[in-house]
């Protein structure tokens, strides 16, 4: 059974960080890319960041230079690093594998909320 799942996100104030975990099971997950994406409260979605199987990454322009992606193979795990939140930063969080060939399917875990509030 493939399962992604998130962990680590929470109630933090303004200017505070968390540190957002995926892990995977079930699948070669190494070898996939793996990327973050949010949905707001107002129903908005965006990717926030990637990080390829060989370990580049790529963000968001609302996220760069404040949030990080990261995996550590032996855990089979991909983390965001977010540091310098914002209000605007609130949403659940979600992280998917992303396909290498077109018959591959992608996953979705079940999302993290990540609330941003003094």
């Known amino acids: 059974q493939v399962q992604l799942v998130e962990s680590g996100g929470g109630l933090v104030q303004p200017g505070g960080s968390l540190r957002l975990s995926c892990a995977g099971s079930?699948?070669?997950?190494?070898?996939?890319?793996i990327a973050w994406y949010r949905r707001t409260p107002e129903k908005q979605s965006e990717l926030v960041a990637l990080?390829?199987?060989?370990?580049?990454?790529n963000y968001s322009d609302s996220v760069q230079g404040r949030f990080a992606i990261s995996r550590d193979n032996a855990k089979n795990t991909v983390y965001l690093q977010m540091n310098s939140l914002k209000p605007e930063d609130t949403a659940v969080y979600y992280c998917?594998?992303?396909?290498?060939?077109?018959?591959?399917?992608?996953?979705w875990g079940q999302g993290t909320q990540v609330t941003v509030s003094s």
């Open positions: 998917k594998n992303l396909r290498n060939h077109p018959w591959e399917i992608e996953y």
């Open positions: 079930g699948i070669a997950f190494n070898n996939y890319p």
């Open positions: 990080i390829t199987s060989g370990a580049l990454t």
